[in-house]
């Protein structure tokens, strides 16, 4: 079982639309969760940070995390063409020293 | 707004040819990572450097690959031999030191090219 798994897409969504992006986890000791933004041939940009279980909203975006399911999520509200980008998911635990384990990322199309 | 910044954005060099990456963190953060990205795959930890030591490596990590902190802004990932399957972009990383933060903040990458 893979340690991250993420939906490649590739996803294609009216302008205006509301996206769900998710991911799944094994590892039960994750605890950081963090979603990141990434265009072609360009670095991640770090969109959401949170930590534990819980909502995270900010602007257009919130974040959830579900422990108990081992589930994440990132929702667009009010999609912009200016959102079609790959979306990562990544996550650490305390005992990783930071180290990110990632998503495949999500493809996302938001069409005008 | 302070970024992570990365030099060359491309390089392309031949099988068995040494390169060095290098990176300038921001300028606060004390922990740094290399991570890279084959085309059409995941994002893969390489290494991650505390204190002028390697904190932790992946199995990618084998001897033809080393990090230093040779002054105090650069960062930099040397490949000794270079392979074709090194092709990749990599992307430097650094996060805070501060409390319970973990989040990291990327570079744009360089892609390398193994010809």
């Known amino acids: 079982q893979k340690e991250v798994e993420q939906d490649p897409g590739p996803l294609s969504v009216p302008e205006g639309a509301i996206v769900s992006l998710n991911c799944t986890y094994s590892?039960?000791?994750?605890?950081?969760f963090m979603w990141y933004r990434q265009y072609s041939r360009k670095g991640p940009e770090l969109l959401m940070y949170t930590y534990s279980s819980g909502n995270k909203e900010d602007g257009r975006f919130t974040a959830q995390v579900d422990k108990s399911s081992k589930y994440i999520s990132l929702f667009i509200r009010d999609s912009q063409p200016s959102d079609s980008a790959t979306y990562l998911c990544?996550?650490?635990?305390?005992?990783?020293?930071?180290?990110?384990?990632f998503g495949q990322g999500t493809e996302l199309s938001v069409k005008p | 707004e302070p970024e992570v910044t990365q030099t060359p954005s491309h390089q392309v060099t031949q099988m068995g040819q040494e390169v060095i990456l290098r990176c300038v963190p921001i300028?606060?953060?004390?922990?740094f990572y290399w991570y890279r990205q084959i085309l059409g795959q995941k994002v893969e930890f390489l290494v991650s450097?505390?204190?002028?030591?390697?904190?932790?490596k992946s199995e990618i990590f084998d001897d033809q690959f080393s990090v230093e902190r040779p002054d105090g802004s650069n960062f930099t990932l040397k490949i000794r031999s270079t392979k074709l399957e090194d092709s990749a972009m990599y992307f430097c990383?650094?996060?805070?030191?501060?409390?319970?933060?973990?989040?990291?903040?990327f570079g744009p990458g360089t892609r390398l090219t193994v010809t």
């Open positions: 450097f505390y204190n002028n030591e390697i904190s932790e």
């Open positions: 590892n039960s000791a994750f605890q950081y």
């Open positions: 990383a650094s996060k805070p030191l501060a409390g319970d933060s973990y989040e990291q903040y």
């Open positions: 300028s606060n953060h004390l922990y």
């Open positions: 990544a996550m650490t635990s305390y005992n990783q020293g930071g180290k990110l384990i």
